[in-house]
């Protein structure tokens, strides 16, 4: 009885270890150095739902634009990040979007005028001190031009970014 014990308990080690191997071989196989092809099965920016960029001169002029700060803004591809903070009382309600003027300024390389619109919703409520930081990724491919760059002014921050496609 003491010696089928044993076995059982050798067996059960022996697949605990085997199955530990095999989840340390698919975390080995799963990474990869190359990040210059990153695969992107969720959408252009790799967030569900993909953030599309808006081009309409009337929402640039009457979305919310509720006070924030753009900490730091990257563009990897098609995708404009945006790290921004912001104060209220949480980001459940915020509405965000990336609205481009429609505009195109003929210049080298071409330009264009963004803006980021933030609303939440507690417009009239008790005023909030919380700050919260987001980082957002939105598909600009919608605002290429012709050539193969385009100058991008965000007015949120006086601040300019060269896309290259």
């Known amino acids: 009885m003491l010696k089928n014990l044993a076995v059982k308990k050798d067996g059960t080690k022996m697949i605990l ?30 967030v569900e739902p993909s953030i ?3 081009v309409s001169s009337e929402q640039f002029e009457t979305a919310p634009s509720e006070e924030l700060t753009i900490d730091h803004m990257s563009i990897q591809g ?22 481009d003027s429609g505009n195109i300024m003929e210049s080298n390389p071409s330009q264009r005028t963004v803006r980021l619109s933030k609303g939440s919703g507690e417009i009239g409520e008790i005023p909030c001190l919380a700050l919260f930081t987001q980082e957002l ?17 965000i007015v949120n921050d006086n601040n300019t970014i060269l896309y290259r496609y």
């Open 137 to 153: 990724a939105f598909d600009i491919s919608n605002l290429r031009v012709d050539g193969t760059q385009v100058l991008l002014n």
């Open 78 to 99: 098609d995708c404009l990040i945006i790290g921004f903070s912001a104060g209220g009382c949480n980001t459940e309600n915020w509405t965000i979007r990336l609205i």
């Open 52 to 54: 599309s960029t808006i």
């Open 17 to 46: 270890k085997t199955m530990m191997f095999i989840f340390i071989g698919f975390l080995i196989i799963s990474c990869s150095d190359n990040d210059d092809q990153r695969i992107d099965p969720i959408g252009i920016c790799g």
